[in-house]
């Protein structure tokens, strides 16, 4: 008996090796699943706010009819070498010029009567300059829609606005002038 279990587990291994090299083998896959961010595309680049039209801008053009129709009524005229008095006597409202704006003046010829506006780029530097300039004339600031606004008196009655909006800066006799000028410009 022994010889015929001898025998017997002599054939069981045998037939097990050969059923080994007829059976598939399958290599050893080892798979590392890792997790990856969504693709993000690069952070744009902020570009300067551009003037709707900068060829169109014009001391009538920036504001709407009914101021344009008021200040007829009033006997207003647009003045037209205000600007260039900035200039020439190096008032501070000269920057509006020398850095591509407009400022306007509408008023009764040889009276006091009269409001005037501006609006125009203005760097990081000049900006600090102009604020530095307004604080230490006294005028008061606060956060005004997407900008900051300085609010001081021009003469008794007479209040005058400057906003800093943007890489734009504006002046104006009130708000309301300001964002009317901001709308118009496409700058609001």
Do not use: K
């Not at 300059?129 to 006294?138: E, N, S, V």
């Amino acid at each position: 008996m022994r010889a015929c279990t001898a025998a017997a587990a002599t054939v069981a291994v045998a037939f097990a090796l050969t059923l080994g090299g007829c059976a598939p083998s399958f290599p050893d896959i080892s798979v590392t699943v890792t997790p990856t961010a969504p693709a993000q595309s690069p952070a744009p680049t902020p570009t300067p706010t551009q003037i709707a039209d900068p060829a169109a801008l014009a001391c009538d053009t920036v504001l709407d009819t009914s101021s344009l129709d008021a200040f007829a009524a009033h006997d207003y005229q647009l003045s037209d070498d205000f600007a260039q008095r900035a200039v020439d006597q190096g008032w501070p409202e000269a920057a509006f010029v020398t850095s591509g704006g407009l400022l306007c003046q509408w008023g009764v010829v040889r009276s006091d009567a009269s409001e005037y506006y501006g609006l125009a780029p203005i760097t990081a530097e000049q900006r600090a300059t102009q604020i530095a300039r307004l604080g230490a004339a006294g005028y008061s600031n606060e956060i005004y829609g997407d900008g900051e606004l300085f609010t001081g008196a021009l003469t008794e009655g007479v209040t005058l606005h400057y906003l800093f909006a943007g890489d734009h800066w504006f002046v104006g006799f009130s708000t309301a002038r300001i964002d009317e000028i901001r709308r118009n410009a496409g700058l609001s």
